[in-house]
């Protein structure tokens, strides 16, 4: 290679090092992006639920595809017990497996969710009449083909175990097992694929508090008794004016017990705030200060929206004062609580 040539190869080498993590550089124009911001603070991602039958929409599909806005994908519904294993003994991974291609088309990151809920369960789960061996095998089956089929990945493997006084939610696994259906799942799971990370994922655990703490006590018992656990899911479905001010406290104290955390389902809903320039500066403002947070805590380590546009939002929206949770409006215009996020990154 000519002296020169070499010269500008190192140029355009040097400068793509530097420039890429920010910002793609695309026909002379910098791109930007979501899941680029999130990059550039060393976020593993930013990502985004999704349902495969929101993807016939073609603008949908164009934004979710992009990788500059979205590094990672979790499936909003089709991974869950309902959807993967209908009758005793039966795996049904069609559905997943749609999400899962996409994911693996894309190079993006998969979350899976969930192994162990008590919402969205087969008839023959919920209305069971197990003993408490019966069911213990019946969760461990479970976990163990989920995670052993959707190899490789980060798993929600229980998700909301607690109540808001942080007491055990009663469901037919804590009413039938009592919270050892937790360390049952959770071992399966790391049986299932020793290098899946493993969380524990949750609501109402933003801030600090009797929640919050008792999830912190689980954790640390957890990690005394020798069972496998590498997280915490901070689920984030929040409303505007309401995002608790010890978001960062809360997940330092997270962490200090030897997990990660990952934002894993943020919207934040306007209530009885007009969805106008006020309303829509005050969610910016609010998307801003969870994605700070965040950004402030090393070991957390991505962000997933609960979906990104106000369209397929699972938050219903009645104008004018209630919903519009996403950072892009219905008809695809970002919202200003996109710019929140870019900010809160930065
Ligand atoms: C929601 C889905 O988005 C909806 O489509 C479905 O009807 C109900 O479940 N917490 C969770 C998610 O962990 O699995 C839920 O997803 C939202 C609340």
Avoid at 110 to 127: A, K, S
Avoid at 259 to 266: F, M, Q, S
């Amino acid at each position: 290679m000519h002296h020169l040539g070499r010269f500008f190869a190192l140029f355009v080498l040097l400068a793509g090092a530097v420039a890429l993590p920010a910002s793609d550089a695309v026909d002379g124009r910098t791109k930007k992006g979501l899941n680029l911001a999130a990059k550039a603070a060393k976020k593993l991602y930013l990502g985004t639920a999704t349902n495969s039958e929101e993807w016939n929409d073609t603008t949908y599909y164009s934004i979710l595809e992009d990788n500059a806005e979205f590094g990672q994908i979790t499936a909003a519904n089709v991974m869950k017990w309902f959807d993967t294993e209908p009758e005793p003994g039966v795996f049904t991974f069609q559905d997943g497996d749609v999400i899962a291609n996409f994911v693996k088309k894309t190079g993006k990151k998969l979350r899976g969710h969930n192994c162990v809920w008590h919402n969205q369960l087969p008839d023959w789960v919920v209305n069971g009449t197990f003993t408490a061996p019966e069911l213990a095998f019946v969760v461990e089956r479970h976990c163990f083909e989920l995670v052993h089929h959707y190899r490789g990945q980060v798993w929600d493997v229980i998700n909301e175990s607690l109540n808001d006084d942080g007491t055990f939610r009663s469901d037919i696994f804590y009413d039938t097992l009592n919270s050892t259906y937790i360390p049952i799942a959770l071992r399966a799971a790391r049986r299932a694929d020793p290098h899946a990370k493993l969380y524990i994922n949750d609501y109402n655990i933003e801030g600090t508090g009797a929640k919050a703490t008792a999830l912190k006590n689980l954790v640390k018992s957890l990690k005394r008794q020798g069972v496998p656990i590498d997280g915490v899911g901070i689920q984030s479905h929040l409303t505007v004016g309401q995002v608790p001010t010890t978001l960062r406290q809360n997940m330092e104290e997270f962490v200090a017990l030897g997990i990660e955390v990952a934002i894993t389902e943020l919207d934040i809903r306007l209530l009885n705030t007009t969805a106008n320039e006020e309303g829509l500066a005050r969610q910016k403002a609010d998307y801003e200060t969870v994605i700070s947070a965040c950004n402030a805590v090393e070991k957390c380590v991505g962000v997933t929206l609960w979906d990104f546009t106000d369209k397929f939002s699972w938050i219903p929206t009645t104008p004018p004062n209630e919903g519009y949770p996403c950072p892009w409006d219905e008809n695809y215009v970002k919202k200003p609580a996109y710019e929140g996020i870019i900010q809160g990154f930065q």
